[in-house]
């Protein structure tokens, strides 16, 4: 049987960036994964300046749409954009971004074998064997990026317990009579109760819409889908495709490595509650978890210490995230559509998701600039 010093299986942005870094240091990685590439992902495709930020390579070639503008909507008629000034976020469709942060992970030397589906995992002192659907390796260790319904967090009893949301994805074909403002603009709608969103990112000649909604309510995504097209004056539009997906994010606490095996991105839950992105801390843990694993490999240890990075680095950002998921989706409930008008000269705050958004600050910094409110929004969150 193979052995490799890592197996990552799932070759998304966590595996692949994770797989790539492995690769560079000289470690033999074989990546895996269920799916043949190109290989469509439900996702929006928005790629936040600050996801960009962490790659070495361009990704010019995969862009569609490059958004500087925020448009926040209530129904039909309650409109409101922002026009960050520059780019705070890039437009993927994920068949190609996938394919190219792949491309990146085998030019550094990393073997790919798609098709192949990992069932389970046995951890043993010295190693780690996956056992695939006809295929079986062993590895030093393990990084497990198979994505939100991770079955390598199964079979190492990681991941237990997170919250869970879903989200209901659609491809549509621009029709001639899109206005200008949907083709340039990130528009998110506003409305749903208890919490959730719906948006229409721009694509070549498509947009990716969806809501998201909390679960409980996922019987609602398909309709809410629909009467957010209608909101946007858009019935009737050509969908391509369309697909639910389920989201899960950690909240701290949950474990998510063990001597041998680590996860990252969605299989660890790393996806924020305020906008439930998921690929900029599917690329920094799988950094992370290539940095564990490289000084395990040099030092003859293990890669334990893994949950401790993630809980120091991403965390934090993602505590930051559920603080101001509550406080804005708290004023939508509350306020209902004249939230708007509160926000709209509220430059501040448009300012700092600009900001995080493009990487020059964070969720954590921008709410450390409002200490009382993140600790009023705290002793909430906690107690609930
Ligand atoms: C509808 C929707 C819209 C979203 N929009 C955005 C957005 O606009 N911007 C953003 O930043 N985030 C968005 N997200 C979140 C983002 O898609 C994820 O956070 C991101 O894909 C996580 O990357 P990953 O590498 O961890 O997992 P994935 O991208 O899910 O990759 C996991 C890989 O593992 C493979 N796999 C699964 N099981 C197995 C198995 N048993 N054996 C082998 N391989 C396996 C899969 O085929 C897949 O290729 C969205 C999520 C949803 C559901």
Avoid at 54 to 75: K, T
Avoid at 245 to 262: F, L, N
Avoid at 354 to 364: C, N, P
Wanted: glycine residues 10%; contains cysteine; proline residues 4%.
């Amino acid at each position: 049987m193979a052995r490799w010093d890592v197996l990552v299986v799932g070759a998304g942005p966590a595996g692949s960036t994770a797989a790539r870094e492995l690769a560079s240091a000289g470690a033999r990685v074989l990546v895996t994964d269920r799916a043949v590439f190109p290989r469509y992902k439900a996702c929006g495709g928005g790629i936040a300046v600050r996801t960009e930020r962490l790659l070495p390579f361009p990704i010019e070639q995969v862009v569609e749409a490059a958004v500087s503008i925020v448009q926040l909507r209530h129904g039909a008629r309650q409109v409101v954009s922002k026009d960050g000034g520059r780019p705070f976020a890039r437009m993927v469709m994920r068949d190609r971004f996938d394919a190219l942060l792949m491309e990146k992970a085998l030019e550094a030397g990393a073997e790919f074998r798609p098709g192949t589906t990992v069932r389970a995992i046995d951890e043993e002192v010295r190693g780690v064997r996956v056992v695939a659907d006809g295929f079986e390796a062993e590895a030093a260790f393990v990084i497990g990026a198979d994505g939100a319904n991770s079955a390598v967090a199964r079979s190492a009893g990681l991941a237990q317990g997170m919250y869970e949301c879903a989200a209901w994805e659609i491809e549509a074909r621009v029709p001639a009579r899109t206005s200008q403002s949907l083709r340039e603009s990130c528009v998110l709608g506003l409305g749903y109760r208890p919490w959730g969103y719906a948006w229409a990112f721009p694509k070549d000649a498509r947009l990716s819409i969806g809501v998201v909604l909390p679960q409980g309510r996922t019987r609602d995504l398909r309709l809410a889908t629909q009467q957010f097209i209608g909101s946007l004056g858009l019935p009737g539009m050509e969908i391509e495709r369309a697909q639910g997906h389920k989201v899960r994010s950690r909240r701290g606490g949950e474990r998510i490595a063990t001597d041998r095996v680590v996860l990252a991105g969605d299989a660890a839950g790393l996806a924020d509650e305020f906008t439930q992105e998921g690929i900029f801390y599917a690329v920094r843990s799988g950094q992370l978890a290539a940095r564990e694993a490289l000084c395990a490999l040099a030092e003859d240890g293990l890669v334990a210490a893994y949950e401790h990075a993630v809980d120091a680095e991403i965390m934090p950002e993602l505590r930051a995230a559920r603080l101001i998921a509550y406080m804005f989706y708290g004023m939508s409930r509350h306020l209902g559509s004249a939230w708007l008008r509160v926000a709209r000269p509220m430059g501040f705050l448009w300012e700092a998701f600009f900001e995080a958004q493009r990487g020059d600050s964070s969720y954590a910094r921008e709410l450390g600039r409002a200490p009382l409110l993140a600790r009023a929004a705290a002793a909430r969150v906690d107690r609930r």
